[in-house]
């Protein structure tokens, strides 16, 4: 069959981006478009609203700005709570490059060690390892847990005395981000290093952070950071790698982050209008529309052939699962939506997991990423290995394509910052637009609190069994005594976040494998086990 | 409501191996596993005919052995092609042993780059991130795609000189292995280095790997490598960690494999009998049935609540969904089989997508992973962290299980080879159930061979887009153009291999991007495109 026709009409290309999208292997009927064409007015009209700052996120009452800062003469002069819009971009911006010019000519920092998790984890690790190379300015590392072997592991591996560290957390309150602060803070100081001397904050003005910052409290009082940074309630987490939290770390790195502005900006005014035949945002959100029914009936595989992009995947599992994942429409009625998303790279998935998407539960929709320069830093050249590269993605998009499977495949012309910018703008603006079509809020996340909630509730109780676990004077104890020994703690909790005899029996398992003297003798079952303070 | 008796009754606990298995959250009815009795027995009895040496492998006609690698003691002596089993495990453990000794010893060798994709390279990369301290012996590095400006990366950080170079691959026909060892032997070759004298290979006999370290064939020829392991055809690749493939980079690594074989080998003597009350494997693939009515109807999401357990989902990629996902089952009924498996870390992945775990598609069910101790190297030690991640994960699982999201979780006292070796054996173990249950054989992979072979024609045609155009000299040429003029190579290919106008497109298009002297000008549409080289 001669796929050619359909393939120059479904092959949508912004020659001057590098940036082009085939949605011909994606199986939607001859008049899909056409009939989608009301829905798609509504979209772009919608996106025009949001980026004239209405408040879209309807459920925070909150503005969502991020496309304002890549161009600021779109931007509102002013926020919902009249703080300056404009001269915040445009300072902020500036901010970055001489603080990232200032640390440079010092010479003093050779890494940069980014605590953040989430949309303040996310991009930048993106970002540092599809653009990085081996003469960067400065290295980044990570802490984005609240594993203590985890922070060992890189904070072992840093020179300290030499390491710039961002914390980013716009409340200040994530515990991981806080968690992984005082782990910072604490093996500075076993160095003799101040960490206010090597800190820079990223948060919003006047959060517990900022006044840790300004050196109002915490250990280093009196001292303040190196620099802080502000946020704002307009972007959100999973959308900020366009702002402070995804620059800083860019340009400290020695990344031409204004070119990464200029590429998503680029992208921003290619995606405005309400046709998808020019829009490419618009038409993959009809792609993943279509593919998955409206309610997320397929998973998106990410495929992107090519080493710099394997932790785009991981990237838009956060974009898209947290925009898309909810519960409940516009109106109010109960949808539970989303598009659960996962991959790797090509060709390294072929060995691992191909063997499924062709010949296994036909529960998914292909997305493969070309990149068609072989070298990165604009060196041309060919390669073997990259004809073998380009071959393998070639032949799964056919093997696929043979098997009826939908796949859709992004080329861009090399990965540089101008481009990644684009594509992560192309992504946000799908996004956007996915959720209008499916009639939901992308810019909220309520269903992350219960979580964090519940891992409140447990961190309270289990100091409720240590000092019961400590009054019991080296008896032993079973979960059950425990639970009634912190019975009006218990009852005096709300009955969503009442400790129930299995998490004290966690808790107390997790106090013997760590607390010094705690010891656990089994029984057959958990109820019979029994725990104790040893002498 | 008191999930107490419930928890009592559904954790399985193996308490010397330090791992257990809570099915609480999961959902299945009062009664469902002694429903499944019958299918229990014959999945015991299945397993028990494949570790005896029947010919499991029934598309390859090939016996299914890792099992055997942890314990000699039930091999058989010989394989179904008479070569010896026994004496070539005991022989192969010898002989790493001994090596990564010898490499020790002479103290010439720091890092260790290992090349190979899918089966040869996943585990390796699990163990070495799961289990690597700073003091190790060697730093393990991986080349395992063919992305050329990834190779140059990971090359240009590694002493050449002191690297010693692993390459996997069982038929040494693997394109991307081959490919990762002819830019790493130009590598050394342009530091005045012997590839010969750094290399090591892990191939079976005889295969084309095999010649060219025996210094038969390829650029080395007469100059036999430093030491040649031998793969057998009864380990498939995605089981292979227990095989040479996993314990030479161990070994050198200066890991202890004989404990994680240990740790396997204990696993097997306790998931080998028919009752999931006291068979984990058995529980978790019945679990796994449940959850997605033995049609994978559910998404696998892996969360480990560990850093060094972060690769564990992309191993269980490929270990669960290769063997899982066929299109036929052992009667030749069209079945289309498979789980997809996706995950990360948490909490990390509580601010990426655990929205929509909670509020979204209810397409899942979710596989907590906990780690009970804080630090490794069997330290002991309280920490705040180590509360807090504790914390979050019994409140996610708690928060899920609140929404009617089935979760289980597996708890491990702590990373080692042991516990590793352990919950790699678990997983294989499940794996090789639920492929009874679902009836279908795990341990072929038919479905990658098309896109290989579309791979090798890509390549294949692209040379004779290259004669074109060269043939051309300097006129300029449209994709159908050239697809004409191969019209001869076109005809003479089967109807499925067949270049297409489209594939010849993009033939050109890459050529464009890469080769010396090519230039695309722009039409309206891909078919107005023209090519040609550059005087």
Redesign the interface.
Known sequence: M???PR???Q?L?Y?DLGISLDVSKMGFPEGYLKSKAADCQRAADYMRELEAGEEKNVDEGRMVGHYWLRDVSRAPERDAGGQPVRSYIDDCREAIASFAEEIHGEGKFTHVLLIG???S??GPQLVADALGQ?DDKMRVAFL??????????VL??LPLASTLTLVISKSGG???TA??M??AQAAYAAQGLSFAGHAVAVTGVDSALDRVARGEEGDDEGRAWLRRFAMTNWVG?RTSVTSVVGLLPMALQGLDFRAFLDGAKAMDARTRGADPAENAAMMMALMWHHAGGG??KR?MVILP????LALMA?YL??LI??S????RDLDGTAV???????G?????????????????????FATFIEV?????NGR?????????????L???R??LA?KGRPSMTL?L??IDAYTLGALIALYERAVGIYAVLVNINAYD????E??????????CF?HQCRKRLEDASGEKVRA?DVHAGIEDYVSAKGD?QSP????V???L??MA????GVIQE?GS???EDTFAYQG
Request: hydrophobic share 30%; glycine share 12%.
């Open positions: 001669d796929f050619w393939f120059n009409q092959f290309r020659t998790i989430g949309g984890a996310l081996p984005d847990n609240t594993d203590p072997d985890g922070f060992e592991r072992g591996q994530t515990k991981e968690n992984g005082k782990t987490g309610t997320g998973d052939y090519k080493d710099r991981k599992q956060q699962m947290e898309l994942g909810k519960a539970e939506q989303g598009i659960a998303v996962y790797n790279k090509g060709s390294t998935d072929q060995h691992a997991y191909v063997q499924q998407l062709r010949d296994g539960v036909d529960n998914f068609r320069e072989n070298f990165g041309r050249g060919e390669s073997e290995s990259g004809d073998y590269l380009q071959g393998f070639r032949g799964t056919r093997a043979d080329s012309a090399r996340q309520p269903g992350v219960a979580g964090k909630k519940a891992a409140e509730a447990f961190i289990l059950v969503s129930t005899i299995e998490d029996y966690h808790a398992v997790h494998h760590n607390d010094a089994w079952f958990p109820e």
